[in-house]
């Protein structure tokens, strides 16, 4: 079910050549293409190839991401955008947005929540669709429980632009954020923190006072009753 890179041969999608030591089956329509089991791999909007959005899941079937964390083509799943040869994506427009989803972080005792089959390109880290958390403030401010609870997000958008006929072009600016979470023993949200710090070069999440002014929040819940509660 895991696999963190296709392309379109043919109309039909494939693993490229670069990543033969696996393999795995897709079904695919004229602009989508699923896992044999079900769960969306890919879709293509646009008659001109706006966007190519490709999809990671867990080995439990949780989705795992979105593209990409950093929104560049050459760690996109799909290499969207990337101008490289025998890329056949090369014509659709880069992400214009990602996000991947925490439910547990590598640790000495977990080998973490995501386990990808091209092991070639998951052990170097700047190849990887979800930059590296471990160690990082989005990890040391999150809190697992390990049942599938979202425990952090990572989000990446591209920043809007205002275009005219003097200015026809822009630079692209990114926006990445995580967003670490904690829960009381009933499972109910009661802290977010997020953070900005993202090393794009190294494609790692940082520590150390990266979190943002102002977009910490505490929830706090009312004793329940023992009539609320069912005991």
Same mark, same amino acid.
């Given at each position: 079910?895991?696999?963190?890179?296709?392309?379109?041969?043919? /109309?039909?999608? =494939?693993?490229?050549?670069?990543?033969?030591?696996?393999?795995?089956?897709?079904?695919?329509?004229?602009?989508?293409?699923?896992?044999?089991?079900?769960? !969306?791999? #890919?879709?293509?909007?646009?008659?001109?190839?706006?966007?190519?959005?490709?999809?990671?899941?867990?080995?439990?079937?949780?989705?795992? /991401?979105?593209?990409?964390?950093?929104?560049?083509?050459?760690?996109?799943?799909?290499?969207?955008?990337?101008?490289?040869?025998?890329?056949?994506?090369?014509?659709?427009? #880069?992400?214009?947005?990602?996000?991947?989803?925490?439910?547990?972080?590598?640790?000495?005792?977990?080998?973490?929540?995501?386990?990808?089959?091209?092991?070639?390109?998951?052990?170097?880290?700047?190849?990887?669709?979800?930059?590296?958390?471990?160690?990082?403030?989005?990890?040391?401010?999150? #809190?697992? &429980?390990?049942?599938?609870?979202?425990?952090?997000?990572?989000?990446?958008?591209?920043?809007?632009?205002?275009?005219?006929?003097?200015?026809? =072009?822009? =630079?692209?600016?990114?926006?990445?954020?995580?967003?670490?979470?904690?829960?009381?023993?009933?499972?109910?949200?009661?802290?977010?923190?997020?953070? #900005?710090? &993202?090393?794009?070069?190294?494609?790692?999440?940082?520590?150390?006072?990266?979190?943002?002014?102002?977009?910490?929040?505490?929830? !706090?819940?009312?004793?329940?009753?023992?009539?609320?509660? /069912?005991?």
């Amino acid at each position: 079910m895991i696999i963190d890179r296709w392309q379109r041969i043919d /109309g039909q999608f =494939t693993v490229p050549s670069s990543a033969t030591a696996f393999s795995i089956s897709l079904n695919c329509a004229s602009d989508s293409c699923n896992f044999d089991d079900g769960p !969306l791999a #890919r879709t293509e909007l646009g008659d001109q190839q706006v966007q190519g959005m490709d999809y990671a899941y867990t080995l439990q079937g949780w989705l795992k /991401g979105v593209n990409s964390d950093k929104l560049t083509a050459s760690v996109d799943m799909g290499e969207d955008g990337l101008q490289a040869s025998g890329n056949l994506n090369s014509g659709f427009a #880069r992400d214009a947005m990602g996000y991947t989803l925490k439910y547990f972080d590598k640790s000495s005792q977990f080998p973490g929540d995501y386990d990808a089959i091209d092991t070639s390109r998951w052990n170097h880290i700047p190849k990887r669709f979800e930059a590296k958390t471990y160690g990082s403030d989005l990890t040391n401010y999150r #809190r697992d &429980l390990f049942n599938g609870t979202v425990t952090a997000v990572a989000t990446n958008i591209q920043k809007p632009q205002a275009y005219s006929e003097s200015s026809p =072009t822009q =630079t692209s600016f990114n926006l990445p954020q995580g967003t670490a979470y904690g829960y009381d023993q009933l499972y109910r949200m009661v802290e977010m923190k997020a953070f #900005r710090n &993202l090393d794009t070069a190294t494609n790692t999440w940082g520590a150390m006072f990266g979190r943002l002014k102002n977009t910490m929040e505490i929830v !706090l819940y009312l004793p329940m009753t023992a009539k609320e509660t /069912g005991l």
